[in-house]
């Protein structure tokens, strides 16, 4: 479960993040939707420990992780899925995968024998990046990156996931893709926060949905409560 009390956060002197807060819990998909500088990112960085709060609190499975560099974070089970992707382009999938891994595997023996289940299941959940496990990441399409960006999380074993704009950059049928892929992925039960421009689709794949606007969120609600409320139709759905 995570938890998020009045955070505020933000850049030098520029504060974005004013008294944000939210709640994932167990087995839910959650998304997190808003117009552009809402301060979505910004509240996963923030979550996540690349962003320093200012003011309140992160609680991971009921322990305070604000203010904590990112690197403890994710050992305590955060993984952060950022926006863009970002893999490592000249490695092969099969090493990005790995790396996702690296944290709780042996250093030197027994990595690959250690590594191997993980793999499996990330190659059952993702049959295309078995099929190109040997290929340069670099070289995949944009759903290919991205399918490998989640499957690298997911080597971490998290216990929440964190997906910023998973859409982002990418033709319609191949966002579509993304989409199907997130679906099968909230089938494993791990609880998932879901930064996401295209509302309909976070609407149809979220178990709850809050919105933000100027650092802190003005509604939230079931997907269902959001489809009927009058200011989310004129904004987001109209």
Not at 35 to 63: C, E, F
Not at 228 to 233: A, E, G, L, P, Q
């Amino acid at each position: 479960m995570l938890i998020v009390k009045n955070l505020h956060a933000g850049y030098g002197s520029s504060e974005v993040l004013i008294g944000a807060s939210l709640e994932v819990k167990t087995g839910t998909l959650v998304a997190l939707i808003g117009p552009n500088g809402a301060g979505k990112t910004t509240t996963m960085r923030t979550i996540s420990g690349i962003v320093k709060p200012t003011k309140g609190q992160v609680l991971l499975d009921n322990k305070p992780i604000h203010g904590m560099d990112a690197s403890n974070i994710a050992r305590l089970g955060l993984a952060h899925v950022p926006e863009g992707r970002r893999v490592f382009g000249p490695l092969s999938v099969e090493d990005n995968l790995l790396l996702g891994g690296y944290r709780r595997l042996p250093r030197f023996f027994g990595f690959h024998k250690k590594a191997g289940p993980d793999l499996d299941r990330v190659y059952e959940l993702f049959p295309r990046l078995r099929e190109r496990r040997r290929q340069a990441a670099g070289t995949l399409s944009g759903g290919e990156q991205q399918m490998l960006a989640i499957g690298r999380a997911l080597m971490a074993e998290p216990k929440v996931i964190l997906m910023d704009e998973p859409s982002m950059g990418l033709a319609p049928v191949i966002a579509e893709e993304v989409f199907a892929t997130i679906t099968r992925l909230k089938k494993t039960g791990i609880p998932l926060l879901l930064v996401e421009q295209m509302t309909r689709k976070a609407l149809e794949v979220s178990d709850y949905v809050y919105v933000m606007e100027h650092g802190r969120v003005v509604i939230h609600g079931t997907p269902d409560e959001l489809r009927k409320d009058d200011c989310v139709i004129a904004a987001y759905l109209g």
